[in-house]
């Protein structure tokens, strides 16, 4: 009744046995970095401000979001409240913060 069955198994190519890989031993890596409090949150600062998006001025007029160190913007907009909002969104998905400046570039505040 099963001879269908017992065919099928016998026709199947038999899978190669797989190589052992050798075992790589990691180097020990400190737990953590010694580093003052100052210092380690000064680093983490600036991780965060490299990875911020801006809303600023656009120089021909209306509000720009750039991401830091960006020489294009990413999106313009006629209001600022625009900008901030899609900032907010991108900002968000991509696990960073938002820099708001002043018409005149100075930082207004940073969420």
Not at 34 to 43: A, H, I, L, M, Y
Request: aromatic fraction near 8%.
């Amino acid at each position: 009744m099963f001879e269908f069955l017992r065919r099928k198994k016998k026709d199947e190519p038999k899978p190669e046995p797989q190589e052992e890989k050798p075992v790589v031993e990691e180097e020990a890596v400190p737990d953590e970095e010694q580093c003052t409090e100052e210092e380690c949150e000064s680093d983490y600062k600036k991780e965060k401000a490299a990875g911020a998006y801006f809303v600023s001025p656009h120089p021909d007029g209306g509000w720009q979001v750039k991401r830091a160190k960006a020489q294009k913007a990413l999106k313009r907009f006629k209001t600022k409240a625009e900008a901030e909002e899609y900032a907010k969104q991108v900002a968000e998905n991509q696990g960073s913060n938002v820099v708001r400046q002043k018409k005149d570039g100075k930082i207004q505040k940073k969420h």
